[in-house]
Structures are given as C-alpha cells and as structure tokens.
C-alpha cells in the first residue's frame, strides 16, 4: 500500500544544474500537484495534472516543468536550479469528487548551493 | 476566487489544555474544507474534512472543526492537548467546485504544548 511515493528525499543541487523530481501513486488517481513548503507561507501550488496528458500552471510554476504522460506518475523537472528554489516540495494526488482528500509524499528536501 | 486565512500563526498551549486553531475561508462554491497536520520533518496528514452532512466533523486524534457558514469558519479543536500534538497544522480548500487538483492551503499554525 506505497499511496504517493517521492524520490529523492534530499537533494544537493548547484546553481545552474537540473534535476527531476519523481512522483509516483498507485491508487488510480487522475489529479496530481507539485507544492513547495517555504516557512511562514504554508504551501504553494507549482503545477498541478487533472489526468494524463493535462497540466496546468499553479502559483509559482516559474523555473519548473511538467509532464504527465501516464496517471502513475508526475515528474518535476528543475530546469536551471537556482537558490530561490531552495525549498521542501511536496506531490499529492486526489481522486475525483467534490471532497475527497488529497495524499501526499513523504517530501524531498532540496538545496541549491 | 476560494482562499483561507489561518488567523494565528502560532498557538502555545499547555498539555491538558484546550485547543483551538482558527480558520476562515472564502468560497464560491460550497466549500472543499479539510485540516491537515505536518510533524517536523514528516508529510502531510489528513485530520478531517469536512461533509456537508454534518457541520460538527470528527477527525482523528480527538480533533474536531466546526463548519460555520454564516462565519465562513472552520475552526479546529481539541478539548484537551498532548505533547504529541505539537505540530503544524494547515487549514486547506479545494479549488472551484472541487473537481480539480488545486489545493490553496493557509499559511499554517505552528502549536507547541508545554508540559
């Protein structure tokens, strides 16, 4: 019973580099979303997927790319990683309907250098 | 537009006392209307959402939200804190009518317990 499995759990990144977080669920959920946790502002949305082949810009989607190419998975890609995206980043998916609740990963830690 | 507003960001409670942790929202729509908390270094857990079936919601842990239209509130508490509450708790609406991924979350209340 994985639920919304995130990889890496911490990452060390310099300036410039790119990298891909990965998020995977196995519970058949057609909504994905990428968050970042920065302190004092509680989580904004980077991108976020209502079924494969559909994705959409959130809150703060600049420096980030995504793609949903199957319903399993929703990878972040950092294209040029920067300080400013020094962050934790949290996947979560939902299933469809008015009130169902979202679950998350477990977060990766990332530090840009 | 949906929003939320976590009236404090911080909560210092002493164990054994009450809690109450202060959410109001804006909505459009009948509300998408959850509480979640974070333990230090841990992800997200559901505490409880809200149903329009009930406006007084049980969640685990001994927590409970009061879904307050008239106040667009819903507000978390527990009648009596334990040290393994002290966490960060994120009060969290759906965006629209809820049939999308688009969570817009609040900007979290930090509760400590003393003992």
């Known amino acids: 019973n994985a639920g919304v499995t995130q990889t890496p759990k911490f990452q060390v990144l310099k300036t410039g580099q790119s990298m891909t977080l990965q998020c995977a669920q196995d519970m058949n959920h057609e909504y994905m979303s990428w968050y970042r946790q920065d302190p004092g502002m509680g989580l904004r949305l980077i991108h976020y997927s209502v079924g494969a082949g559909i994705t959409d810009q959130g809150e703060v989607p600049n420096g980030y790319n995504v793609s949903r190419s199957t319903t399993e998975d929703f990878p972040l890609r950092l294209l040029s990683a920067a300080p400013s995206q020094t962050s934790v980043y949290f996947c979560?998916?939902?299933?469809?309907?008015?009130?169902?609740?979202?679950?998350f990963g477990q977060g990766t830690r990332l530090t840009v250098v | 537009a949906q929003s939320v507003t976590q009236l404090d960001s911080h909560v210092s409670v002493s164990e054994g006392t009450p809690v109450l942790l202060r959410c109001n929202y804006s909505?459009?729509?009948?509300?998408?209307l959850f509480w979640y908390v974070q333990h230090p270094n841990k992800g997200l857990q559901l505490l409880l959402k809200?149903?329009?079936?009930?406006?007084l919601v049980k969640g685990i842990n001994g927590f409970e939200a009061e879904f307050k239209k008239s106040e667009t509130s819903f507000h978390l508490t527990k009648p009596s804190a334990h040290m393994s509450d002290a966490a960060e708790y994120f009060c969290?609406?759906?965006?629209?009518?809820?049939?999308?991924?688009?969570?817009?979350f609040g900007q979290g209340t930090t509760l400590q317990v003393k003992p």
């Open positions: 969290v609406v759906i965006h629209g009518s809820g049939n999308t991924g688009k969570l817009i």
């Open positions: 909505s459009s729509y009948s509300p998408s």
């Open positions: 979560a998916s939902r299933q469809t309907g008015w009130n169902t609740e979202a679950f």
């Open positions: 809200y149903t329009s079936a009930a406006t």
